[in-house]
Every structure is written in C-alpha cells, then in structure tokens.
C-alpha cells in the first residue's frame, strides 16, 4: 500500500451527557487512507460513524487523537489555520433535504463556498464557475437560479456534491450520502461519485449502512461497533473471509437475489440491542450479543490485531 | 393548455409520440417559494388580512388626520371646554378645550412610534445576543442567560422609577425603559431558534467550508428562523404601546401638552362619569390597535407554521 495520506491515530470523542455522565461516540479509532483510496466505514445506526466524520473533519472538536492530512495534524492548527485546510477536506452530507438553506438560493448555496476562500473575483466569474460546476455533477446551468425545494433528493445531493466540489478539495468525508435516496438514485450518485474520483483523484472516506454499496465503492472498509473499529480489511477480503464475529452477523444480513441461495443461507441474528456507548459492557465491546463470548472477552478487552496479511480484527477468537 | 399541441390523429391511434427531451425541464406551473406560500395563507386569512387592513387605516390617519384637520392638538380655548362630540369638534373637547380629534391622532402617532421602535430595538438587540447565545451554546450561553435572567426578574417598575432619577420623563426615557428588559423574549426565541437550526446540515456544511460563526449565524439561521422573530416581533408591538400608555397612566411618561393614547387615558378616567367621551376616544383607539396587532401576529404565525398548510 502506498502511504497514508490521512492518517487517523486514536481519534476519540466524548460527549458529556448530564453530571459524570460520558458519552463516549468515538472511542479510540485508528486507520489510515492512500491517496486516491476510498475507505467505508459501515456500521449500524448510533455506532459513531457519522460523529467520526464529523469529528475528522473537525465539525466537532476531538476530545484526542491525531487527524493529519498530508502530515499535518488537523486538530492543532489555529482557526485561520483551519480554514486553509477545510479547502482540501470537504463533506457530503446525509440528508439531501437538510442539507442546503432552502432560503437560499443554488448560485448562492454554491456560489458561498466560493466567497468564503475568495475564488470568484467578479460576480460574473461566480455564476459561471457555479456553472460549470453544475454542468459536471449532471445538472443544467440554468438550475442555478432556482430554490432547493424545487428539485428532487437525487437532484439535490448532487447539489451537495457540486457544493463540496466548488473548492477544489484532496479528500471527502461522504457521511452517508446515498441513504435517504431511492434505490433507483443511489447507483446514480455512487457512480458520480466513483466517475468524480476518476478524474479528479479525490480520496473518500465512505460513511455508510449498506454493505453492498460499500463494497461496491471501497477499496478498504473499516466496520465500526459501539464507537471502536472492530475489523479493518481489503473490501474482498472483508466479504470473503470476514473473521469477526460482528462482521460476519452484518454480512449474513445482506440479501442474495436468488430465492434458493437465500433459503439454504444462514443468517446470524443477533439477540438484544446496541449496548449504551454511556455505559458500554465491560472487555469486549460486543460481547454481549457475541455468539461465541466467553468469559475472556467480559476481563479482557481484545487487542486490534492484524489476523492475516493487510486484515485487522479485534477478537480473542479470530 | 394552449401551448401544449394536441396529439394529431394518425394512422395507428395507439403509435407512441415522439418524445421531446427539450421540454423536459420545462415547469409548468410557477413554484412557490416559503415567502410565497406564508403570503398566500396570510392573505386568505380573513381576520389577519382585518387586523391588517385596520393598522393601515391607523396609521394613514394618523399622519394625515392632524394635516388636514382645522384644529391643532395643542391651542387651548376655555370658552368650548368639555364640550360633547359634535359637527365641529368630532370626538368633543377637553377640560382646556382642546380638540379631542387632533390629540387623539396626535397621541396615535406617539403611541406608534414607541410601539415601533421599541420592537425594532428589542429585535435588534434580541437577535445579536440571542443568535450569540444560542449558536455557542455551553458556557457562553449559561453566563448570557444568566444575565438576561437576572434582568428579567427585575421589577419593571422598579426599572422605570430608577431610571427617572437619571432622566427626565420622555419619550426617549420610556423607549430607554421598555428596552432595557424587553429584548429578552427576543433573545430567547431566537436562542431556541438557533439551538434547533445549529445542527441541521446545511448550517455544519457551511461550517465544513470554513465560514465563520457570524457567518453562519446571519446568513444562514436568521433567515431561516425569520418567522418565529416577525411573530415575536408584531406582538411585542401592542405590548409596547400598552406599556407606554400604562407609564404616561402614571405619569412618568410624554408631558403636557403632547398626548399620547395614556395621557389622554389619565385625564379622561378623572372625570369619566361627567364626560365620558374624553375617556371613550382614546380608549376606542388604543384598544382597536392592540387588537388589530394581535390578530395580525396571531395570522401571521399560523401562516408560518407549515403544519397547518393545506
């Protein structure tokens, strides 16, 4: 693997929720993205995948841990500092619906991101950078002039996109940006997305849910449980030979498009919810809903090993 | 539609037509904005459209009434003291003999200017501290609450009367009192405001992309939390000309001979069993006014809230 271009090294983000109450959201990660890589990130709903991204990108302010970008440390550089770097590291965001100011207008929703890091020198300059950058995300010029409640979800994370794109950033935090779309939409943005790479060379960081996506768009993924990353791997070798229990409870989920297949196929079902990341189970994280748990994983708390050549794991029993 | 060309018959009647990418972005219907929609429910709604049309009226006769009518608000003439409503004097005249139609269109411009300005400032002064409030959050937000709260449980009175010992009693001094504490409920509307916006993803998109707080704050949650503040705001209006009204009551507000809606309220109530017209006019005016506030706020706030869109 060629270096690291971001490199996270225990990144951790607690919040405080009531008096000695700590919320721990992001508890310990570590991982690193090649420039020109995407790396998922998949995990279940309240697991932290989306306060890491917004934690990396320095939404939120880490509690500790390093985030650098080329080398540089993120999370120690001043407010003007900052604003130098949040050119090169951009973020998709979620919810198409949400996420632009729909008092707003498209040339001015994008046109901003110009404004702040002074790339437009004229007015004319702007609607026409804002243009042409309409016209790279599938969208029409004349869109421009149009409010956000006027075009559909796709139309608007491709808004989102063309936003993220206006500053000519290295790396992007994709914070689950298919999955409040139709599944008819989703290829569409995946493929942008993937079609954007290509020719601009982005590194991703892919937030996401769905395993099939993810696979489909990484070249690593990262899965994620109560706040810790419990098996980083090679996104073949993840779905092939996944070796913690967690990944492969997640990866008996994904339904086969083959009636016969899925009948014989056996699925993991995990018993009881996520455990509260206020008040996570002792040793293991996953513990309690581990099929195959033993006493060992209540004291110990397994080490983040490298399993075989390139996977990593967290489990006594891999 | 009459651009729209009807299909002409051909051989086949079911052949499928040709279909034109050209048009496909075309809308056919003009789309509403948010500001367009809030206009649309507002002007269908019968009694906030009243209460607008009321407050239009007030205000043209009160600047073009005291133009136009012969008498001023100010020249005594003790020969035609209390005389009731009549042909000449409409609303009858005072114990001084002052026109009551002039002094009460002179007292309904006082009364809405300190109705306006007062508002004005508490919005502006509301929307900095409170948008600064709620933005930051945390520590920030507990020592600014703090204070607004220790402000808050301040006796107004007790505000005023202080103030007096500084002031002569004036229109500014009352504007200076109504402000002291009336940004408060400002401020708190806009900090809840921007405690819920905060979050939403185009205020952190924004955030990703390196602007600033003030930034974010005025450009991106002010305006979206402009309906609640516009709500605020036309009914802070009524309660700041109620409370100017209540002080010239008392006596601590504009001096003789300028009337405002309160001091002619004062003399009126001293002899309202023999001559109930000099309480009756101002009274009539200054309630119709509040009322025509409230239900316009009342309009406007069910216009902004999307729940009740049809």
Not at chain 2, 73 to 96: A, E, K, R, V
Not at chain 2, 113 to 118: I, K
Not at chain 2, 228 to 253: C, H, R
Not at chain 2, 261 to 270: A, K, L, R, S, Y
Request: charged share 20%; proline share 6%; with cysteine.
């Amino acid at each position: 693997m060629s270096e690291a271009f971001v490199e996270i090294q225990g990144l951790r983000k607690y919040f405080n929720v009531g008096k000695n109450r700590v919320l721990k959201a992001v508890n310990d990660i570590s991982f690193t993205i090649a420039k020109g890589e995407t790396l998922g990130l998949v995990g279940e709903s309240g697991c932290g995948k989306s306060t890491a991204g917004r934690t990396i990108t320095r939404l939120y302010e880490p509690t500790s841990g390093r985030v650098s970008l080329s080398g540089v440390d993120v999370t120690k550089l001043s407010k003007s500092q900052l604003k130098a770097y949040r050119r090169r590291m951009q973020m998709i965001f979620q919810d198409p619906y949400a996420s632009l100011n729909p008092r707003m207008t498209i040339l001015d929703i994008i046109g901003e991101a110009l404004d702040i890091h002074g790339l437009a020198p004229s007015r004319a300059h702007r609607k026409r950078r804002v243009e042409e950058l309409l016209e790279l995300v599938g969208l029409n010029a004349e869109h421009a002039s149009r409010y956000p409640h006027e075009f559909s979800g796709g139309q608007r994370q491709r808004i989102g996109i063309t936003r993220a794109l206006a500053v000519e950033p290295e790396f992007i935090v994709c914070d689950e940006p298919i999955s409040a779309l139709d599944v008819s939409i989703q290829a569409q943005i995946i493929n942008l997305l993937i079609d954007l790479q290509k020719r601009m060379g982005f590194t991703y960081l892919f937030i996401a849910h769905d395993l099939s996506m993810v696979k489909y768009m990484s070249d690593r993924v990262a899965v994620m449980y109560l706040g810790k990353i419990v098996e980083l791997a090679r996104s073949e070798d993840l779905y092939d030979r996944p070796h913690h229990p967690y990944t492969k409870a997640l990866l008996s989920a994904i339904p086969v498009p083959d009636p016969d297949l899925e009948e014989r196929k056996e699925r993991i079902v995990l018993s009881g919810d996520l455990p509260s990341p206020v008040n996570p189970p002792s040793g293991c994280p996953f513990r309690t809903r581990c099929p195959i748990a033993t006493g060992r994983c209540a004291e110990e708390e397994p080490a983040f090993r490298e399993v075989r050549p390139g996977q990593w794991a967290s489990c006594h029993y891999a | 539609m009459a651009d729209l060309e009807t299909p002409r018959a051909t051989a086949d009647p079911f052949a499928p037509l040709q279909r034109d990418p050209s048009g496909a972005e075309r809308i056919q219907r003009r789309s509403r904005t948010a500001w367009q929609d809030v206009r649309y429910r507002l002007t269908t709604n019968k009694l906030a459209m009243t209460g607008f049309w009321l407050l239009i009226l007030l205000v043209l006769m009160a600047f073009f009434a005291p133009l136009v009518w012969p008498f001023d608000h100010y020249t005594n003439d003790l020969q035609l003291n209390n005389q009731p409503p009549d042909s000449t004097h409409w609303f009858g005249t005072d114990d001084l003999g002052r026109d009551l139609f002039a002094r009460t269109w002179k007292g309904a411009q006082i009364s809405l200017f300190v109705g306006v300005a007062a508002a004005l400032i508490d919005l502006v002064i509301g929307i900095v501290y409170g948008g600064i409030m709620g933005y930051y959050g945390g520590k920030v937000d507990e020592v600014m609450n703090r204070f607004a709260e220790i402000l808050y449980s301040i006796p107004y009175l007790l505000v005023v009367i202080l103030l007096l010992v500084f002031m002569e009693p004036s229109l500014t001094t009352i504007i200076v009192a109504m402000s002291i504490t009336g940004w408060i409920n400002m401020a708190w509307i806009v900090r809840g405001q921007m405690m819920q916006l905060k979050n939403q993803e185009f205020a952190l998109a924004s955030k990703a992309l390196g602007a600033s707080s003030m930034r974010i704050i005025f450009r991106h949650l002010v305006p979206n939390a402009m309906g609640p503040i516009l709500v605020t705001l036309t009914l802070s209006v009524p309660s700041a000309i109620f409370t100017e009204a209540f002080l010239s009551f008392l006596g601590l507000g504009v001096q003789s001979p300028v009337a405002s809606w309160g001091t002619m309220i004062n003399d009126g109530v001293q002899s309202m069993s023999i001559y109930p017209w000099r309480l009756f006019f101002p009274a009539l005016f200054l309630s119709l006014t509040i009322f025509a506030f409230n239900v316009f706020g009342d309009g406007l706030r069910d216009a902004f809230d999307p729940k009740l869109k049809k």
